[in-house]
């Protein structure tokens, strides 16, 4: 069983930047890949970014096209954390972001591919 809790949400104006974190209580937190996901008013909760941590201490990271070379993926297995710094953030990323877990192969976009789920955290960007 993993436990996510996801923090660092807020307000910011088109441009800025926020960092999200998500903290995984549960054993093996390592084997798992994280992900974020997230869900705005009226649409389908969507894949962000995910990454998998490798047996050689390498991290294998993916993005939707949407948020590549704005948002970064990282994690500190050492505290059990998964990151997503979002810099030049748009209005359209406004949403509620979920932190992810799961074991599987394959790009980790489908929400099915996942097994443990937070809360969310809100994160709005004004125009």
């Known amino acids: 069983q993993v436990q996510l809790v996801e923090s660092g949400g807020g307000l910011v104006q088109a441009g800025g930047s926020l960092r999200l974190s998500c903290t995984a209580s549960g054993r093996t937190y390592s084997s798992y890949v994280m992900g974020w996901f997230r869900q705005a008013p009226g649409k389908e909760r969507e894949f962000v970014a995910r990454?998998?941590?490798?047996?050689?201490?390498?991290?294998?990271?993916y993005y939707t096209d949407s948020v590549k070379g704005r948002f970064t993926i990282s994690r500190d297995n050492a505290k059990n954390t998964v990151f997503l710094q979002m810099n030049s953030l748009k209005p359209e990323d406004t949403a509620v972001y979920y932190c992810?877990?799961?074991?599987?192969?394959?790009?980790?976009?489908?929400?099915?591919?996942?097994?443990?789920w937070g809360q969310g955290t809100q994160v709005t960007v004004s125009s």
């Open positions: 992810a877990a799961g074991q599987f192969l394959g790009l980790g976009e489908s929400r099915s591919d996942y097994d443990y």
């Open positions: 990454i998998r941590w490798s047996t050689t201490s390498t991290y294998y990271t």
